[in-house]
């Protein structure tokens, strides 16, 4: 069972124009939210979060947009640049009962941005 | 922010050895977590190993398959033991950033390239 979900494997978008990357969850006990960012042979990097308590979070270029009802959220990319080409996942924090929160990640996206 | 590395960076083993891979920190951590990433998955949470106790893993990972390592606040191990080819998959040590770690904001090392023959 796949909590949380990136339906878009892959995703092209023209540099200076906007980028959304979107992601889906199932469980609404997940607390906060986050998403990295991937180069090849690099690990995971921290790129912005929100808590669910708020539906928006800025960061310069970078806003996550959070639909609680609608168990969705959104990364959005402004202006992209060709730098941002990377695999981006969501990821999901919470408890769950347990002394330690989990993330929970998607499948990724592949954002290509081309000059 | 926390600097993680990761020994080694890549392997090829045959099937039935075991890897060892190693994850130093530059700092003093109390949690540190270990991830598998397999060919076109996400990453799924293998164990989170508290240094002086034994790792907790979650549902579909065991002790024997992957015993874990914690013997001070900078360093863990961890061990793919009797290889398959199913086990080739990209294997991640990460941090909880201590500022944030209510959020649960993680750092990463840079991952182990495990491919089984």
């Known amino acids: 069972d796949q909590q949380v979900k990136q339906n878009s494997p892959s995703l092209s978008v023209q540099e200076g124009r906007i980028s959304i990357l979107n992601c889906d969850y199932t469980?609404?006990?997940?607390?906060?939210f986050l998403w990295y960012k991937k180069y090849p042979a690099e690990g995971p990097t921290f790129l912005i979060s929100?808590?669910?308590?708020?539906d928006k979070n800025e960061d310069g270029r970078f806003t996550v947009f959070l639909n609680k009802s609608a168990k969705h959220l959104s990364l959005h990319i402004v202006p992209s640049q060709p730098g941002d080409s990377a695999v981006y996942f969501c990821?999901?924090?919470?408890?769950?009962?347990?002394?330690?929160?989990?993330?929970?990640f998607g499948t990724g996206t592949l954002l290509a941005v081309q000059p | 922010s926390a600097v993680i590395s990761q020994k080694p960076s890549r392997d090829i083993c045959q099937r039935g050895t075991s890897l060892t891979i190693q994850c130093q920190v530059d700092?003093?951590?109390?949690?540190m977590f270990w991830y598998r990433q397999q060919p076109g998955q996400s990453l799924t949470l293998i164990a989170t190993?508290?240094?002086?106790?034994?790792?907790?893993?979650e549902s579909g990972f065991v002790i024997d398959k992957f015993p874990i390592s914690r013997p001070n606040l900078t360093f863990s191990t961890l061990t793919v033991s009797n290889m398959s080819p199913e086990d080739s998959s990209i294997y991640l040590c990460?941090?909880?950033?201590?500022?944030?770690?209510?959020?649960?904001?993680?750092?990463f090392g840079p991952g182990t390239r495990l491919t089984v023959l």
């Open positions: 990460s941090v909880e950033d201590p500022d944030r770690a209510a959020y649960n904001e993680q750092f």
């Open positions: 469980n609404s006990m997940f607390d906060y």
């Open positions: 929100i808590s669910s308590i708020k």
């Open positions: 990821a999901a924090s919470g408890a769950f009962g347990g002394a330690t929160n989990k993330l929970i």
């Open positions: 700092s003093q951590v109390t949690m």
């Open positions: 190993a508290n240094q002086g106790s034994e790792a907790t893993y």
